[in-house]
C-alpha cells in the first residue's frame, strides 16, 4: 500500500516482502526491525537472521471442492458433462488483503512479514514507512491491541487505563540519524494515526521509555513521553511510583 502525500513524501504499508526491505535501521542499534518479535511475542523475542526477501506468491485460491468437477457433479445426482457451471460450494474469492496476509504466511517469508500482516483484513499494515524523494526515512510500527501480546501484559499492571473502546497500539517509531530532528517522525506518526482512525479505532496508546534508562533520546524505539505529548497524547497511567507513563490520545 502507497499513499503519495505530497511534497516528494509517500507513506508505505508493509504488504510485501519488497516493501519489509524499505524499512530503515531501528532507532536502537541494539534491536533490528525485521527480525525482533519483542511486541508480538508476550514470552521472548528474538534478532536471529532474516529470511530474506522472497517474493510473495499471490496465487489464487482453490475455486472447487477436493475431487474437482467430477466429485462435484456426483454429489449432485448429474453426470459430469451436465455438471452446472457455477459452484455453490466455491469459497469466496479472496480479498486483496486476505491474499497478502496468506502470501505472507507461505513457507520462505520472512517472520516479521508474516506478524505485519496478519491484521491485513481487519485493520490495514502494521508496519509503515515515510519515504522522502523515495529514500526510507521513518518507520512507525502500529495496530491493534490483540496484535501485540506483550503490550497487553504491561497494559494489565495498569489498572487504571480504560477497558473500552480497546485502543491501537504504537509500539515503535524509528528516524534514520540524517533526518532526527526534522519532525518526519511526528508526521509519520501522525499519517499512521489517520489511518487507525479510518480503520474504525477510537484511541491509541504508546509507551515511552524514560529518559533516565537510555544514554540517547534520540534511540528509543518506544519514543518519549515529550514526543507523544508533541502529537497529542496525554498521561493515561503510570506505574505506582509514578514512572513509566502510557500515553494515551482519542481519535476524532
Keep these: 500500500m502507497r499513499i503519495a502525500i505530497g511534497d516528494g513524501f509517500e507513506l508505505v504499508g508493509v504488504e510485501t516482502a519488497d516493501e519489509l526491505l524499505l524499512v530503515p535501521p531501528c532507532a536502537n542499534a541494539n534491536a533490528d526491525h525485521a527480525t525482533c518479535t519483542w511486541w508480538e511475542d508476550a514470552d521472548r523475542g528474538t534478532k536471529s537472521s532474516a529470511s530474506g526477501g522472497v517474493s510473495p506468491n499471490l496465487s489464487a485460491r482453490a475455486s472447487t471442492p477436493a475431487g474437482g468437477k467430477s466429485a462435484l457433479a456426483a454429489f449432485l445426482g448429474a453426470e459430469e458433462e451436465q455438471g452446472p457451471t457455477f459452484n455453490p460450494f466455491a469459497p469466496e474469492p479472496p480479498s486483496r488483503e486476505e491474499a497478502l496476509r496468506d502470501a505472507a504466511a507461505a513457507p520462505g517469508q520472512p517472520p516479521k512479514l508474516r506478524l505485519l500482516t496478519r491484521q491485513l483484513p481487519v485493520s490495514g499494515p502494521m508496519g509503515w514507512v515515510l519515504l522522502a524523494q523515495g529514500e526510507p526515512v521513518a518507520y512507525c510500527q502500529a495496530g491493534p491491541l ?83 505529548e508533541r502529537l497529542g497524547f496525554t498521561v493515561a497511567a503510570t506505574g505506582p511510583d509514578g514512572r513509566w507513563p502510557v500515553m494515551r490520545r482519542t481519535l476524532a
Excluded: K, M
Design 146 to 228: 490483540s496484535a501485540f501480546p506483550r503490550a497487553q501484559r504491561l497494559r494489565d499492571r495498569y489498572p487504571d487505563l480504560p477497558e473500552s473502546p480497546p485502543p491501537a497500539i504504537v509500539t515503535c517509531i524509528s528516524v534514520v540519524p540524517a533526518a532526527r530532528g526534522t519532525a518526519l517522525g511526528s508526521a509519520l506518526v501522525a499519517g499512521v494515526l489517520t489511518r487507525l482512525g479510518a480503520a474504525g479505532f477510537a484511541a491509541v496508546e504508546a509507551f515511552p521509555e524514560e529518559s533516565e534508562t537510555v544514554s540517547d533520546p534520540e534511540q528509543t524505539s518506544a519514543a518519549t513521553q515529550r514526543f507523544w
